[in-house]
């Protein structure tokens, strides 16, 4: 059974600081990785993907990806109260991406 | 671009009844997927198409489920007979080419009473 493994939360943080999110996954065949932002009653929506062991930054989001270790994390800089929402990881396997459960973030002003 | 377009937004519907969703992917995308979310399960996969043709239907939970799409711009799903089990936020998801990604309708939540 393929699968990404999310800490459901609630992870607290506060306004300005760091959130750091993580994934874990068991297929090692998977070569693409994404996340997705899902506020409260919305749709999960694309923020982030990464296919390459190292760091992916954009803006003020950074994507960390390490094969070896089978591990996906998620840093976002300067954390806005706006940045309060469920963050979903998916790993590509096969044709389809195996979700995790999710991590609710909430950014305390 | 308009996005996946999900029909209708909400659906609220007596047990026994027919259901069903709507779905127009973005326009170029030949993947289509749909999904069932609730707060015990989480997101999971019902169906994929891919170029119109279902390529795997094992996550659809029971005969009661179909999915069917006729050409590359329409897809639906149905549930006959609706139970109060089948409440859920129901989800069509496209693409061009997954390893980029899907893009997601804005869903459709059916409570079925």
Redesign the interface.
């Known amino acids: 059974q393929k699968e990404v493994e999310q800490n459901s939360g609630p992870l607290s943080v506060p306004e300005g600081a760091i959130a750091s999110l993580n994934c874990t996954y068991s297929d090692r065949g998977s070569q693409s990785f994404f996340w997705y932002r899902q506020y409260s009653g919305k749709s999960p929506e694309l923020i982030m993907s990464i296919y390459s062991n190292g760091d992916k930054e954009d803006g003020r989001f950074t994507a960390q990806l390490n094969k070896a270790s089978q591990y996906v994390s998620l840093l976002i800089r300067d954390s806005q109260p706006s940045d309060s929402a469920t963050y979903l990881c998916a790993a590509h396997s096969n044709y389809q991406l195996i979700w995790g459960a999710g991590t609710k973030l909430i950014i305390k002003p | 671009d308009a996005g996946v377009i999900q029909s209708p937004r909400h659906e609220v519907t007596e047990m026994g009844q027919e259901v069903t969703l709507r779905c127009k992917p973005i326009s170029g995308h030949n993947?289509l997927?749909w999904y069932r979310q609730t707060m015990m399960r989480?997101?999971e996969?019902l169906i994929?198409f891919?170029n119109n043709v279902p390529?795997?239907d094992s996550g659809m939970p029971e005969d009661r489920f179909s999915a069917k799409m006729p050409n590359a711009s329409f897809s639906t799903l149905k549930i006959q007979p609706s139970e109060p089990r089948d409440s859920a936020v129901y989800?069509c998801a496209s693409s061009s080419r997954?390893?980029?990604?899907?893009?997601?309708?804005?869903?459709t939540r059916l409570t079925v009473v």
Do not use: K, V
């Not at chain 2, 997954?98 to 869903?107: M, V």
């Open positions: 993947s997927f989480g997101l996969l994929y891919n390529i795997d989800f997954q390893l980029y990604g899907y893009t997601f309708g804005s869903g």
